[in-house]
C-alpha cells in the first residue's frame, strides 16, 4: 500500500560517520549523512543510480487508501490528513533508494555538524521556492520546528533532545542539542517537514486568518513537486505535477515525479477497495490477504496479462517489522507478565499458516525481524556487557533463555500449549471455575480484541476460539478505521492488533515506541504502554551508542528485554510485497535495492496503456 503520509513521522535515522578531529576547527559541509560510512554519491553527482533520467512525462496514476481524510493540515495529531501531502511539502533532506539510512540534500544543499555531534547546521539551496515564488528561508525551517513540537505530542517527544533551532546566516538553520553524543540527531533533524511561515500566518481567500493550530480543508501550497488539483472530502484527491516546480533539475529528483497526475481514492471497506482495483478504477493493489493472493486473482484481466501480478523483495529490505497482539498494559488484567505469555500460547501460527495463509508468512520472533538486529540464542560480547550494566533492571532469563515462540500446528501440540497457557495463569491467580477462568473475586478474565476493519479477523479468531477454551471470555470488534484510530488515540482498548516498522539504524524513534515517558501520551507509538526502567535504560543505550558495533549490540539487547517482558503476541510477516498492477507503467531496469519506488521512479507508458485500455491518460 502507498503511505498514507510521505511526510510525517519518519522514523528511522542514519547515524553519521565521525569528523576526523583534525577537522574540527572548520566546518565541514556534506551533501549527505550516511549510517554505514561514506554516503555512495559524492558532491557532483548527476542522479541516482537507479532512475531512468530521461523518464517521459506525463500520464496519470490512481491509487488507493483505506479511510477517509479530513485536513491537509500536515502536523496536527488529530483528524486524518489526506493521502500524499507528501507530494506538496518537503523536508531538509530526503533518503536514497539505493543505500541504508542514508540521505541527500532537498531543501538544504548541504548539512555540517561537529565532531561530538553536539548540534547540526543545514545550509538551504538559494533556488528552494515556495509554489507562490518566494523563497525558502531559515526562518521558515524554525517556525516549522517550533510549531511542529507545540502541536504534535509524538513529534515533540521524537524531537526532545533539540533544545533550540535558530537562524544563524542568510541560508542557514542550527539546531543544537541538549547533550553531545547521540549520532543519530544530525540527520533525524534533516526529516523535518517544512512549512511557509508567511502563508500559514497570511490570510485565505475570503480574508479568514489561517490557523497551524487547526483542521483546514483550504488547497495547501508548499515547496513540492505537486499541487493540489482537486478534491472531494474524505473520498478522493488529485495532485498535479507543478511546471514551475524549483527542485525538477536537482540530482535527488532527476528521473522521479514522472506522472502529470497523481490521484487518491478512498475505500473505507478493503473488500470493496479490491472490487474497485479489478473494475479499473485505479491502478495499483498491495495484497495484504494471503487467501486473496492465492486464490482472487482469475477475473479476466489477469488471465489475459493486462493486470500483474509481481512479488517485490524490495519493500521489506531495509527494515525490521513486529506485527502483534498488543495488551494494554494500563490495565489491571495484563499488567503480569504470566498472564501476557500464557497469550502466546494460544496462538496457533502453524494452524493458520496450513489453512488461511497458504505458506506466504513467517513467524516474527523479534521486534526486528528479518534484520541484523534481531537478538537470537544467548548474548556474547558486547550484547552481553550491555544487558550486564543494566542487570538489575531487566528479567533473569535474559541471560539463561532464548527466546522462542510455542510452535502447535495439531491437536497434541496444541494442547499441550494451552496446558502451559493455564500453569502461567495459575501462577497468577487464576482458576478454572467450570468453563471460566476467573481471579480471587471470581471475576471471569474477559477482554476485547478492537480490530480496524474485517481483515485481521479470521487471525483474530484463531486467537479467540483458543483462549475460550480455557476459559477466557474474548470478543471481537472491527470498527471504521476513523472509530479505530480515535479509540486508540485515547486508549480506549483491551487489546489491538498493530505493528511498528524499524530501520537499519534505529534511534531517538524507540523512545516514541517503548520508553515510559511515551506510555503517558495519547499520541505516541507506544500502544500497550510500555513503561519499564530496564526498557528505559536501552534506548538510551541505542540513542546514544558511539559507533555502529555497540548499536547493533544496544538494538539486539532491547529487542531481548522487549520479548522477555512478554509485551505482545508476535504474529506473522511477508518477505515480499505481493503486488497487482494495471500493465500501464515502466521503470527503471534494475529497481533500487531498499524500494520499489512506485509511483515516484515509474512512468506513463502510452504502448502498454494502449493495449491494457481503460485508464486515466
Wanted: net charge neutral; aromatic share 12%; with cysteine.
Amino acid at each position: 500500500m502507498i503511505n498514507k503520509l510521505r511526510i510525517a513521522c519518519l522514523a528511522a535515522g542514519a547515524v553519521l560517520a565521525l569528523v576526523p578531529l583534525a577537522q574540527a576547527q572548520e566546518p565541514v559541509w556534506r551533501i549527505g549523512t550516511s549510517l554505514v560510512g561514506d554516503p555512495k554519491y559524492q558532491q557532483g553527482f548527476a542522479h541516482f543510480d537507479y532512475v531512468n533520467p530521461d523518464a517521459p512525462k506525463g500520464g496519470t496514476v490512481r491509487l488507493s487508501d483505506t479511510g477517509s481524510f479530513d485536513t491537509f493540515n500536515p502536523i496536527l495529531p488529530k483528524g486524518e490528513a489526506a493521502s500524499g501531502l507528501g507530494l506538496v511539502y518537503e523536508t531538509l533532506m530526503t533518503p536514497s533508494m539505493d543505500e541504508a539510512s542514508t540521505n541527500y540534500g532537498l531543501l538544504a544543499e548541504a548539512v555540517s555538524f561537529p565532531p561530538d555531534f553536539s548540534s547540526v547546521t543545514y545550509r538551504l539551496r538559494a533556488n528552494a521556492k515556495w509554489q507562490d515564488g518566494q523563497p525558502v528561508t531559515p526562518q521558515d525551517v524554525v517556525w516549522s520546528f517550533q510549531k511542529t513540537i507545540a502541536l504534535n505530542p509524538s513529534q515533540a517527544n521524537y524531537y526532545h533532545n533539540v533544545t533550540k533551532a535558530e537562524v544563524v546566516g542568510d541560508r542557514e538553520v542550527k539546531f543544537t542539542f541538549d547533550q553531545a553524543g547521540n549520532l543519530e540527531l544530525p540527520n533525524i533533524t534533516g526529516q523535518l517537514l517544512v512549512l511557509p511561515q508567511h502563508w500559514w500566518e497570511g490570510k485565505d481567500a475570503n480574508g479568514k486568518q489561517r490557523d497551524i493550530g487547526a483542521s483546514t480543508l483550504e488547497l495547501p501550497m508548499g515547496s513540492g513537486p505537486y499541487k493540489v488539483k482537486s478534491f472531494s472530502q474524505g473520498a478522493t484527491v488529485t495532485y498535479a505535477r507543478d511546471p514551475n516546480y524549483w527542485g525538477a533539475k536537482q540530482p535527488v529528483m532527476i528521473g522521479s515525479n514522472n506522472f502529470d497526475e497523481i490521484s487518491y481514492d478512498s475505500f473505507r471497506d478493503p473488500d470493496v477497495a479490491f472490487e474497485g482495483f479489478k473494475a479499473d478504477q485505479f491502478d495499483w493493489w498491495e495484497e495484504n490477504t494471503a487467501r486473496h493472493w492465492a486464490q482472487a486473482y482469475e477475473f479476466p484481466a489477469v488471465k489475459d496479462g493486462r493486470v500483474i501480478k509481481e512479488l517485490f523483495p524490495q519493500q521489506y529490505a531495509s527494515s525490521g517489522q513486529m506485527v502483534a497482539f498488543v495488551p494494554n498494559l494500563r490495565l489491571d488484567k495484563f499488567k503480569d507478565p504470566r498472564v501476557r505469555r500464557a497469550l502466546n500460547y494460544a496462538f496457533d501460527f502453524e494452524q493458520l499458516s496450513r489453512t488461511l495463509f497458504f505458506g506466504q508468512y513467517e513467524r516474527i520472533s523479534s521486534y526486528f525481524n528479518g534484520t541484523e538486529l534481531a537478538s537470537s540464542g544467548l548474548p556474547t560480547g558486547k550484547e552481553l556487557e550491555i544487558l550486564q550494566s543494566v542487570k538489575d533492571k531487566i528479567p533473569p532469563e535474559v541471560f539463561t533463555t532464548p527466546y522462542t515462540n510455542p510452535v502447535s500446528g495439531d491437536a497434541t501440540k496444541l494442547r499441550a500449549n494451552l496446558r502451559e497457557a493455564l500453569k502461567l495463569l495459575n501462577a497468577a491467580g487464576y482458576t478454572l471455575n467450570g468453563n471460566q477462568l476467573v481471579d480471587a473475586k471470581g471475576q471471569q478474565l474477559s477482554f476485547e480484541i478492537l480490530l480496524n476493519g474485517p481483515t485481521i479477523a479470521p487471525v483474530a479468531t484463531n486467537l479467540q476460539t483458543n483462549l475460550r477454551s480455557i476459559g477466557i471470555n474474548v470478543t471481537l470488534r472491527s470498527v471504521d478505521s476513523s472509530q479505530y484510530v480515535n479509540r486508540v488515540r485515547s486508549r480506549d482498548f483491551d487489546m489491538i492488533y498493530a505493528g511498528w516498522g524499524e530501520s537499519l539504524s534505529p534511534g531517538n524513534e524507540q523512545r516514541d515506541f517503548w520508553s515510559s515517558g511515551a506510555a503517558k501520551g495519547e499520541n505516541s507509538r507506544n500502544y500497550g504502554g510500555i513503561s519499564d526502567p530496564g526498557v528505559d535504560a536501552l534506548i538510551d543505550k541505542v540513542i546514544y551508542a558511539p559507533d555502529r558495533e555497540t548499536l547493533v549490540a544496544a538494538t539486539k539487547a532491547l529487542d531481548r528485554v522487549l520479548l522477555a517482558n512478554a509485551y505482545v503476541v508476535p504474529t506473522y510477516m511477508l518477505a515480499n510485497a505481493r503486488v497487482a498492477r494495471w500493465d500501464r507503467f515502466s521503470h527503471p531496469g534494475t529497481l533500487p535495492k531498499y524500494s520499489i519506488g512506485f509511483p515516484e521512479i515509474w512512468w506513463w507508458d502510452q504502448t502498454k496503456a494502449a493495449k491494457t485500455g481503460g485508464g486515466a491518460q
